[in-house]
T-cell receptor, first 112, second 112 residues
Framework: AQKVTQAQTEISVVEKEDVTLDCVYETRDTTYYLFWYKQPPSGELVFLIRRNSFDEQNEISGRYSWNFQKSTSSFNFTITASQVVDSAVYFCALKRDDKIIFGKGTRLHILP | DADVTQTPRNRITKTGKRIMLECSQTKGHDRMYWYRQDPGLGLRLIYYSFDVKDINKGEISDGYSVSRQAQAKFSLSLESAIPNQTALYFC???????????FGQGTRLTVV
């Protein structure tokens, strides 16, 4: 069975603060892929990052960074110096044998 | 033109009616998926297909059926719509392996 847990339902931070969104996954396979998506208020789903199970290197893209730890089955997402435009729902997803399942999402509010 | 196109974008239908949501893609992907999004429940997988002859049930397939008419087309049907099927529905495509899911713009369905 595969499962993705995003325990934080909703987070509010003041602009310029750093914020970390948690993602914990479950799978028995050794080969799998992890993704993060952003859903802004307009509703579309925007792909942010992919990671395969054999690559535990952390990644940084501008203000965004991702921390993948197989030992704790976590793939956390940090936004540094948050901006109002970061307000959205963020989804973590797990792909195994081409079946893709999503967590329930974390709604992030960045307050001006 | 969008790579993944869903029609209609919005639909209001009455309880008991049959309704079909259509999805077409120009990505050339074999894998296609239908998800529904409800507030607080994230994206839940309804059905997924690896090719025209390979269709699989997802987490919440009851009350739904699908048809993969061609590699590029994957339709979702509600045989007898009920109000708790009111939701935002997304179609997605992907390739095998580490390719992320590419999403359509969504169909907002209201069953009254």
């Amino acid at each position: 069975a595969q499962k993705v847990t995003q325990a934080q339902t909703e987070i509010s931070v003041v602009e310029k603060e750093d914020v970390t969104l948690d993602c914990v996954y479950e799978t028995r396979d050794t080969t799998y892929y992890l993704f993060w998506y952003k859903q802004p208020p307009s509703g579309e789903l925007v792909f942010l990052i992919r990671r395969n199970s054999f690559d535990e290197q952390n990644e940084i893209s501008g203000r965004y960074s991702w921390n993948f730890q197989k030992s704790t089955s976590s793939f956390n997402f940090t936004i540094t110096a948050s901006q109002v435009v970061d307000s959205a729902v963020y989804f973590c997803a797990l792909k195994r044998d081409d079946k893709i399942i999503f967590g329930k999402g974390t709604r992030l509010h960045i307050l001006p | 033109d969008a790579d993944v196109t869903q029609t209609p974008r919005n639909r209001i239908t009455k309880t008991g009616k049959r309704i079909m949501l259509e999805c077409s893609q120009t990505k050339g992907h074999d894998r296609m998926y239908w998800y529904r999004q409800d507030p607080g429940l994230g994206l839940r997988l309804i059905y997924y297909s690896f090719d025209v002859k390979d269709i699989n049930k997802g987490e919440i397939s009851d009350g739904y059926s699908v048809s993969r008419q061609a590699q590029a087309k994957f339709s979702l049907s509600l045989e007898s719509a009920i109000p708790n099927q009111t939701a935002l529905y997304f179609c997605a495509t992907s390739d095998s392996g580490n390719t992320e899911a590419f999403f359509g713009q969504g169909t907002r369905l209201t069953v009254v």
